[in-house]
């Protein structure tokens, strides 16, 4: 009997059959026949020291056996009040302060639809007639609708169009091309409600990257003309760029940041969106109609906090800044064993995470390349999953050198076999 389950980003019709895996452990997973596969995207981006890290891991056993769920309305736990508190701590001690306050919710996308909410919720308890949104060209937030909305329009939404609102989009900051943006973020933010930008590198749009002098530039017009500057770090955050966040690169310190998918290490769902002390001033009232509705059931699970503390633990404890570090020395390394391959184009790392364009006559995500590209990483026991031609490494921080060295090898296998020639 065929399975009941509905995949997300899934063509049925294209790919019947799920693969079956039944363990994890450092930057491999293990199939249901013994067989395994080198974690080369982090399991869709949210793996940072490795599957079943055992301090995570232990964390996550000693709560569940204490405290399960509680409703987060009016009660508080240990775990989330830790996790908050060292959140504003740390982002305090790399980025000086201002986010003062942690709101709890269970996805990327739930963490920026609680921004763009706090955004809307600020100007109007304010009684300013601020609701306008500004994007970045290519970004992607989420699937959600506030999400979508920010996100670029096409494939992604193209179906959903009536539900989604209109945003302003600035052209993406491109090499040589970086002054177009700022002008036109200049022209839209009179007005403007909030600017909201991936920092350094769109991730699903194509792993663009762009640099941390731009990111600089847009907070400060933004500060110049009061708009509210959002930082979604769901993908950027917890040393993907090679810091803790992308923002400590610019020096920039966001009105909102959005923390998501390395916040547990991988292990558990659960989000954050931090805001500073006169977003939140802005909610607080003896008035009830100027409270912050938002919510779901399992806001601030006690177990996902748990393994959320855990998870700065590792960072406090480990040296996970020295293999961020490594991980990206050996990107720099072998991507510049590419350099002079003509069959590749677009060269690019951001940290941890590097990127290239095979070339093809049909470019983009649907291109006819990715599912071949896929399969063929598959049969050599690596999870790369291409966006499209752009093939991109996000490996667990804890990936051997020789485990790389695996991946890029098997990228250079690619060429040879589906490369322009």
């Not at 931090?274 to 001033?281: H, P």
């Amino acid at each position: 009997m065929s399975s009941p389950v509905w995949h997300p980003f899934t063509q049925h019709a294209l790919q019947p059959e799920a693969i079956e895996i039944a363990r994890g452990e450092g930057a491999w997973l293990e199939r249901a026949d013994g067989t395994r596969l080198l974690d080369c995207i982090s399991s869709w981006w949210v793996i940072t020291h490795g599957h079943c890290h055992p301090r995570i891991v232990s964390a996550i056993r000693d709560q569940a056996e204490k405290l399960d769920q509680v409703i987060f309305a009016g009660f508080t736990h240990r775990p989330a009040e830790e996790l908050a508190q060292r959140l504003v701590a740390r982002l305090e001690a790399k980025l000086g302060p201002k986010l003062a306050h942690v709101f709890f919710s269970d996805s990327g996308s739930t963490a920026v639809e609680v921004a763009l909410k706090m955004a809307l919720g600020y100007w109007r308890n304010l009684g300013e007639k601020r609701t306008r949104i500004i994007a970045l060209e290519h970004a992607y937030h989420g699937d959600t609708i506030g999400t979508m909305s920010t996100g670029a329009r096409g494939l992604f939404n193209a179906a959903y169009e009536p539900l989604l609102f209109d945003v302003t989009r600035l052209p993406f900051p491109a090499p040589g091309q970086e002054q177009r943006t700022l002008d036109a973020l200049r022209a839209a933010c009179d007005g403007a409600a909030a600017l909201i930008v991936e920092p350094l590198l769109l991730g699903a749009g194509g792993m663009l990257t762009y640099g941390a002098d731009v990111l600089r530039e847009m907070q400060n017009i933004c500060r110049n003309t009061q708009t509210l500057f959002i930082a979604d770090e769901v993908m950027t955050g917890f040393g993907r760029t090679g810091t803790f966040t992308a923002c400590e690169q610019a020096g920039v310190n966001p009105d909102i940041m959005c923390l998501a998918k390395g916040i547990t290490g991988g292990s558990m769902p659960l989000a954050v969106t931090l805001a500073s002390q006169a977003i939140f001033d802005a909610h607080y009232s003896t008035d009830r109609t100027k409270t912050f509705f938002h919510s779901s059931s399992y806001t601030a699970n006690p177990i996902a906090c748990a393994a959320a503390v855990a998870n700065l633990n590792v960072w406090d404890e480990e040296p996970v800044l020295e293999r961020l570090s490594a991980l990206s020395a050996l990107h720099t390394k072998h991507l510049a064993g590419f350099a002079d391959d003509n069959r590749f184009s677009g060269l690019r790392q951001c940290g941890t995470i590097a990127a290239l364009d095979l070339r093809v006559a049909d470019e983009g995500y649907l291109a006819g390349i990715g599912p071949k590209l896929y399969a063929f990483f598959l049969a050599r026991g690596l999870l790369i999953r291409p966006l499209g031609n752009t093939i991109y490494l996000m490996p667990p921080y804890c990936i051997g050198a020789g485990e790389l060295a695996e991946a890029y090898d098997a990228i250079s296998a690619a060429a040879d076999e589906f490369g322009a020639r």
